[in-house]
């Protein structure tokens, strides 16, 4: 009797206390956020469709790629709004994608902004683009639209001309590679700002290709410095003045048509400098510290 009627008494904490941690796991669940104003960059980034589609016909034997007709060009991945020191904010409202927005922009899109991943919904790309970028890019009245949106990032595709970038300091696709330091500064150069390259390792021949390239700009569209140190991307390090992913101990492949298909033979090369091999060991250590993160975030949730 006694505990029953102390239970009773109880009652109104036990559903404040029930609720409170419903909340709390809710919470953790949905770690989105989504305070559409409360970011400062954004990432303009970019893909080389060979190393995009050479790792999607590997992920799945079903997979098939659907290439831009001019096969020189890097196409554009998205426009991120990015709040320094953190990822994202993601999916800030419910204005969905709608294919009529933009059909007259469509033939442009399906060259420059392609949904290399074929074998998956036709517009899924842009609409994944804008449903989780776009609607927090459009505080800004130049990106308003989804219409606004699309026609930034196909207006930015020319004018960050990577291919053009690139080739200006003789980096064209090839199967043999080049040092990350080479690539890197070509653009850096161009737009006189640090970007930030990302790589791929391919699993059969342990290559690092070249596969996407941001840049950085402010909300009035300056082009600024990357900063992975304050966020972005995980495993993104600042090795001298290059900030990247890539390998800094082989050379990066920038993988033609050709050297894909016909197989890469050509020896890794290693760069032998205790430079090198300090910032190997830098990039190990930082991987481990991030694995010991996560593991006590997940503790973390596991426990609430
Ligand atoms: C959203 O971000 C802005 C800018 O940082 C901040 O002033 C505002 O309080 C935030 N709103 C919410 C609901 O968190
Ligand atoms: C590939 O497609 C075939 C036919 O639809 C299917 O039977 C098979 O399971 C698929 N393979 C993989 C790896 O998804
Ligand atoms: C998409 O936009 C068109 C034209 O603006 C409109 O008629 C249509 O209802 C919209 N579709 C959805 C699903 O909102
Ligand atoms: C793209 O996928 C569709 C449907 O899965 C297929 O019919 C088409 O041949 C593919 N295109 C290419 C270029 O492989």
């Known amino acids: 009797m006694l505990c029953r009627c102390l239970f009773m008494r109880q009652w109104p904490v036990t559903i404040s206390v029930a609720s409170l941690i419903f909340v709390l796991l809710n919470f953790k669940m949905d770690p989105k ?100 970028h776009g609607t927090c890019a459009m505080i800004l009245p130049a990106l308003n639209t989804e219409l606004n949106f699309f026609r930034k990032g196909l207006e930015w595709n020319k004018a960050f001309n990577l291919r053009e970038m690139l080739l200006s300091r003789s980096i064209m696709p090839s199967s043999s590679g080049y040092t990350i330091e080479r690539i890197y500064n070509s653009v850096r150069n161009a737009i006189n700002h640090n970007p930030i390259m990302q790589c791929v390792v391919d699993k059969d021949t342990k290559e690092s290709l070249l596969s996407e390239i941001q840049i950085c700009l402010d909300r009035s569209f300056n082009v600024i410095d990357c900063d992975p140190v304050k966020g972005f991307f995980e495993n993104v390090i600042q090795a001298g003045n290059v900030l990247t992913d890539c390998s800094l101990k082989k050379v990066v492949v920038y993988p033609s048509h050709t050297s894909l298909t016909d197989g890469l033979t050509e020896p890794d090369v290693i760069l032998e400098t205790n430079i090198q091999s300090t910032l190997d060991a830098l990039l190990e250590s930082r991987n481990y510290w991030i694995t010991i993160y996560k593991t006590i975030k997940f503790l973390i949730w596991a426990t609430i």
């Open 33 to 132: 956020p989504s305070n559409s104003t409360d970011w400062d960059v954004i990432v303009f980034t970019q893909r080389w469709p060979v190393t995009i589609c050479s790792q999607w016909l590997k992920a799945n034997i079903n997979n098939s790629c659907l290439m831009p007709t001019d096969n020189s060009i890097w196409t554009v991945h998205g426009i991120w709004p990015t709040k320094s020191g953190t990822r994202g904010p993601w999916n800030c409202n419910k204005i969905h994608f709608n294919e009529s927005s933009i059909s007259e922009i469509e033939s442009d899109l399906k060259k420059y902004w392609i949904n290399i991943e074929n074998n998956t919904k036709p517009t899924s790309f842009w609409e994944h683009e804008w449903d989780k």
